[in-house]
């Protein structure tokens, strides 16, 4: 077999010996949500694209218009942005290669299987699904290779019309030579043996091209350089080379990246993980920078001794397509979450706090009719929860009891079980301690309770304060309960510490 080496392969393995900036593009197809696949791609397009001063492009690949799914496009815009992948160039941002929808390109690709069928590198089939199948079928049963049998190959249409399973529209096959190479360079693996191919259909009995064309007509067409993609493709590579080849195109690179896995080492997908996903992330609250740190730990780990913390410009300026571990990177969220939780807490507490505002209005945690007061509530609550947060989701149900009426809080059995000595008599003092308080803050708070409670009473303040919380919150456990106190008010505070003393 002959080798498909890509040119300059032993100049761009390793990062800092690139010195031609590289053109890099993410490819999805909008057929429902965006699969984290595409995040995990395009985060290492990206890094590649500015490691070498390069441009990376998102491309959309929509030419299986049966699959086509309302306002995926969108979300995967969205979901980029978000993520903080900007492309330099796209259906939304524009460029000099538009249109970079795979739909509106559709006389890119027409002449180019013409000249492959005038050059005898493809020709028509007419078989249809239900011959195809059968054939398939038999060459199982008979454990022979089930490639197809070109039983169309060098025939017109009205000879080929006078033999069983003929349909009218024909689709385009590549003519794969005998010695077609299968061995190619990749930046990431060395040199990679990949099976034989088949005759791939190429044009659609549509009109519209399958995959295997038009990614090879769009990457030439947009001078992609380095072609980033999963695994999976491998075995389809021989087959673009060959129409690299035939068409005397510049052959890109190529990195075939590890395919996530489940727990168990099974594929990652949307069927069976909800993380596959890539809107999960945003709406279990995971912050951007911290699932870009986690992709870039999947199939990039750090060396030993090396911080597992890493924002995205430190990963760029020591990016190296050998560190890339080939082993498929099992996606494990308790990674994840401990990430995020780093994230948050390295936020400022304004910065968190406009954070969590954005989060919980748009899951509309706090209802349909939220009192715009409460906006105030969360960003004066963002620094005391802040410790405890692990997602951005973990945040409303911490500061709820912050914005019910006074006259609503409902008070868990748990935590009345919990309470211990004279409990009216402690909710007295409390009253009394803070009923003329000035400040009413949670430094003057937290004081005034201890000479009142502790040093007057000679209560222990687990005890002394027990009532308190329980009165405020209805709850056992709470956040920092002074400074709960002090975002509710002296008025609030007091109604509730009535309350309470009302049912005992």
């Given at each position: 077999?002959?080798?498909?080496?890509?040119?300059?392969?032993?100049?761009?393995?390793?990062?800092?010996?690139?010195?031609?900036?590289?053109?890099?593009?993410?490819a999805p197809s909008p057929t429902g949500d965006p699969h984290v696949g595409t995040a995990y791609m395009a985060l290492f397009d990206k890094a590649w694209a500015v490691r070498t001063g390069g441009r990376f492009i998102l491309r959309i690949e929509d030419t299986d218009r049966n699959r086509l799914v309302p306002g995926s496009e969108q979300q995967i815009v969205e979901t980029l942005d978000w993520l903080g992948l900007h492309p330099d160039e796209s259906p939304v941002v524009g460029g000099p290669c538009a249109p970079y929808r795979q739909s509106e390109r559709l006389d890119h690709y027409r002449p180019v299987v013409d000249r492959l069928i005038a050059d005898g590198h493809a020709y028509?089939?007419?078989?249809?699904?239900?011959?195809?199948?059968?054939?398939?079928?038999?060459?199982?049963?008979?454990?022979?290779?089930?490639?197809?049998?070109?039983?169309?190959h060098g025939m017109t249409r009205d000879e080929r019309a006078e033999l069983p399973g003929f349909?009218?529209?024909?689709?385009?096959?590549?003519?794969?030579?005998?010695?077609?190479?299968?061995?190619f360079h990749d930046l990431i693996r060395g040199e990679v043996r990949a099976p034989f191919p088949d005759d791939q259909v190429i044009m659609k009995a549509d009109g519209f091209p399958t995959y295997h064309l038009a990614v090879v007509v769009d990457d030439h067409g947009m001078g992609i350089t380095t072609v980033v993609r999963g695994e999976e493709w491998i075995s389809s590579t021989p087959k673009h080379v060959l129409l690299h080849q035939w068409l005397g195109w510049r052959l890109p690179e190529f990195a075939h990246m590890p395919l996530l896995r489940n727990p168990d080492h099974s594929k990652i997908s949307k069927r069976k993980n909800p993380a596959a996903r890539?809107?999960?992330?945003?709406?279990?609250?995971?912050?951007?920078?911290?699932?870009?740190?986690?992709?870039?730990?999947?199939?990039?780990p750090p060396a030993p001794g090396d911080e597992e913390i890493s924002t995205f410009e430190q990963f760029v300026a020591g990016f190296?397509?050998?560190?890339?571990?080939?082993?498929?990177?099992?996606?494990?969220?308790?990674?994840?979450?401990?990430?995020?939780?780093?994230?948050?807490?390295?936020?400022?507490?304004?910065?968190?706090?406009?954070?969590?505002?954005?989060?919980i209005g748009e899951n509309r945690q706090w209802g349909e009719h939220p009192d715009p007061a409460w906006e105030g509530v969360v960003r004066a609550a963002a620094g005391m929860i802040k410790p405890r947060l692990v997602k951005l989701s973990d945040a409303w149900d911490q500061i709820a009891f912050l914005t019910v009426p006074d006259d609503a809080v409902v008070v868990e059995d748990a935590a009345l079980d919990?309470?211990?000595?004279?409990?009216?008599g402690i909710l007295d003092a409390t009253t009394e301690a803070l009923g003329p308080l000035e400040p009413f803050e949670a430094d003057s708070i937290e004081?005034?309770?201890?000479?009142?409670?502790?040093?007057?009473?000679?209560?222990k303040p687990?005890?002394?304060?027990?009532?308190?919380?329980?009165?405020?919150?209805?709850?056992?456990?709470?956040?920092?309960?002074?400074?709960?106190?002090?975002i509710l008010g002296r008025a609030a505070t007091l109604a509730r510490i009535e309350g309470l003393r009302g049912r005992l």
């Open positions: 077999m002959r080798s498909m080496i890509g040119p300059g392969a032993a100049t761009t393995r390793l990062g800092a010996t690139m010195t031609t900036p590289a053109r890099t593009r993410v028509h089939c007419w078989c249809s699904p239900e011959r195809l199948a059968a054939m398939r079928e038999e060459k199982a049963a008979r454990k022979e290779d089930t490639r197809y049998d070109r039983l169309c349909t009218e529209n024909p689709t385009v096959r590549m003519l794969v030579p005998d010695d077609a190479p299968t061995t890539l809107m999960w992330f945003k709406e279990q609250g995971y912050l951007p920078e911290a699932l870009r740190n986690f992709l870039q730990l999947l199939a990039y190296d397509w050998g560190k890339v571990n080939t082993v498929g990177p099992v996606f494990d969220t308790k990674k994840l979450d401990w990430l995020n939780g780093h994230y948050i807490r390295e936020l400022d507490d304004a910065e968190l706090g406009e954070r969590l505002v954005e989060f919990r309470l211990k000595g004279d409990v009216a004081a005034a309770l201890r000479s009142r409670l502790v040093d007057g009473l000679g209560v687990r005890v002394a304060f027990a009532p308190l919380r329980t009165a405020i919150s209805g709850r056992r456990v709470s956040p920092p309960l002074f400074e709960s106190c002090q």
